[in-house]
């Protein structure tokens, strides 16, 4: 059985930093390209960050972008998202999806519907 964990979200003020973690079992993904996602109540799910299958290559949007840094191991078949400088804005739940086109060189995908396995989310919230 194919499973994403999720796992370091919390509480955290304004400024603030946290560090998510994504632990795959089941099968590898180290040659799969991994992102995460957000998901703020009575919103849409965001794409957050992207990291391709080598680690060489990251994308994010502009409104993490200088503040979030996704990362991977590939021994260990996780996927890490730094999160610095946190907003009330960002708080949301956070999932970590991986793509299933091994050794995938096109342009990181941003939309949730081009990710196949998906983690169940870890709650981050951000006080003021």
């Known amino acids: 059985q194919v499973q994403l964990v999720e796992s370091g979200g919390g509480l955290v003020q304004a400024g603030g930093s946290l560090r998510l973690s994504c632990a795959a079992s089941?099968?590898?993904?180290?040659?799969?390209?991994m992102g995460w996602f957000r998901q703020a109540p009575g919103k849409e799910r965001e794409f957050v960050a992207a990291i391709g299958w080598s680690g060489g290559r990251t994308l994010q949007p502009d409104s993490v972008k200088g503040r979030f840094t996704i990362s991977r191991d590939r021994a260990k078949n996780t996927v890490s998202l730094q999160m610095n400088s946190l907003k009330p804005d960002d708080t949301a739940v956070y999932y970590c999806?991986?793509?299933?086109?091994?050794?995938?060189?096109?342009?990181?995908?941003?939309?949730?519907?081009?990710?196949?396995?998906w983690g169940r989310g870890t709650q981050v919230t951000v006080s003021s």
């Open positions: 999806a991986a793509d299933n086109r091994p050794f995938y060189s096109g342009s990181l995908p941003t939309n949730s519907y081009e990710y196949e396995y």
């Open positions: 089941g099968r590898a993904f180290s040659n799969n390209v």
